[in-house]
């Protein structure tokens, strides 16, 4: 059964179903960074420690702490960008890179569930032209709602084709796909041939790459 709500409500709701992983992963950036600068600020402490090891230990320490604060920099830009309102223009755009922006938002709660999603990409481009925000928050919802009906240690794999063909295989489609159809459609995709077991195959219109 479709759900009649808007894309964005369905978006802003599939975001909400792995928020708690995405909040436990963000927390933990920020827990990483707090442990090594409070170890930093411990070893400047220490007085009868060698000042070439003190130099190195609170070289590694602050190395640490930057790396964790980049992630967590990068965690709140995801959040940041799944917020703003979704732009109704249509512009060309390669397939591959709104679907690289789709693993990063999501794919690290799929860890956080004890479950994996993987994505494989063409070398080559895969042209579209439509609303990018919209296939953006389509697939979104579309993956997430896929990954939610897997078990614990199960993984969901999507892969890419250069004509523009999407094949998600994981959880018995029954369990999934009713619900997100209607989405699918609305973004101008087209079960190919049609769902088989565990997998699916949707099909995108793609452009010349010589356009």
Known sequence: MSDPRPL??????????????????????????????????????GAHVDPAEKRDKL???????????ASLDQSLGRMQETTRPARPTTDRFDLRDLLRRVESWIGPAFAERRTTLQIALPET???VDGAQDAMLRALVVVLVQAGLALASGETLEVRLDAEGALEAKGA????WLPAVTDVIQDIGGVLDPGPQGSAVAIRFPIRSRAC
């Open 8 to 45: 964005d409500a369905r978006f802003l709701a599939a975001l909400e179903e792995i928020s708690p992983g995405l909040a436990h992963i963000t927390r933990s950036h920020l827990q990483g960074a707090v442990i090594h600068v409070g170890l930093a600020s411990e070893i400047l402490k």
């Open 59 to 69: 070289e590694r320490s602050l190395e640490k702490a930057r790396l964790a604060l």
């Open 125 to 127: 481009r895969v042209p």
């Open 172 to 175: 018995p489609v029954q369990r």
